[in-house]
């Protein structure tokens, strides 16, 4: 952690003993000893090489140097404060929107039933779908989630598998009966097949 940041973590400290008009009363209301309000202040003057406050017996006063700091962070403690609810918001109930993005055949089969279900589970999530059999750069579309199928790449990206996929080759009865029924997978190339084929990929053998 850097001087800087070190001095920011200390001035709603500050602030507070200055709202509180005492080391004592700050601590009540931080819930901490008045001896670690005290030292956290003497290293807050530590990092900047001069003293923040004037102390007597009777009252705490602004140093020069303590007035600037206290005018310069005037919202910092509201601001941290909204910060920390806004993480525990997060971290409690997930929110935002979600892009994901899969193969068509895939997406309408598996994904669209289920997305009732996320739905009421996460109420307050809105949910992209992207359906696309071709290749898809997920941060320039800046995609979340995506179903692919086979290996993946050297990449930075997390993957886990979800399940298992198999291909076959089907006939009709009638076709068979016209062109006959290979008996090894050598044959097909003689045979009329309908070929699954994308722009990043052809499956042809």
């Known amino acids: 952690m850097s001087i800087n940041q070190r001095i920011l973590s200390l001035l709603?400290?500050?602030?507070?003993?200055?709202?509180?008009?005492?080391?004592?009363?700050?601590?009540?209301?931080?819930?901490?000893?008045?001896?670690?309000?005290?030292?956290?202040?003497?290293?807050?003057?530590?990092?900047?090489?001069?003293?923040?406050?004037?102390?007597?017996?009777?009252?705490?006063?602004?140093?020069?140097?303590?007035?600037e700091l206290l005018s310069l962070s005037h919202g910092l403690p509201t601001l941290l404060t909204e910060i920390d609810s806004l993480l525990d918001s997060?971290?409690?109930?997930?929110?935002?929107?979600?892009?994901?993005?899969?193969?068509?055949?895939?997406?309408?089969?598996?994904?669209?039933?289920?997305?009732?279900?996320?739905?009421?589970?996460?109420?307050?999530?809105?949910?992209?779908?992207?359906?696309?059999?071709?290749?898809?750069?997920?941060?320039?579309?800046?995609?979340?989630?995506?179903?692919?199928?086979?290996?993946?790449?050297?990449s930075q990206q997390v993957a886990k598998i979800i399940g298992h996929k198999q291909r076959c080759f089907a006939a009709s009865p009638h076709y068979l009966s016209l062109w006959g029924r290979p008996t090894h997978p050598k044959q097909l190339a003689q045979h009329q097949c309908i070929i699954f084929k994308t722009p990043s990929s052809t499956h042809n053998h």
């Open 90 to 154: 997060a971290q409690t109930t997930p929110s935002g929107t979600v892009r994901i993005s899969s193969a068509t055949l895939f997406g309408q089969q598996a994904l669209i039933p289920e997305i009732k279900a996320l739905r009421a589970l996460y109420p307050n999530i809105t949910i992209q779908l992207s359906f696309d059999d071709s290749f898809t750069d997920l941060i320039a579309q800046n995609i979340d989630i995506a179903i692919r199928v086979g290996h993946l790449p050297d």
């Open 12 to 67: 709603p400290l500050l602030h507070q003993v200055i709202e509180q008009g005492s080391f004592q009363q700050a601590a009540k209301q931080l819930h901490l000893p008045r001896s670690s309000v005290s030292k956290k202040i003497m290293q807050l003057e530590e990092l900047l090489g001069q003293p923040v406050l004037h102390r007597t017996t009777r009252q705490l006063r602004l140093t020069d140097l303590g007035e």
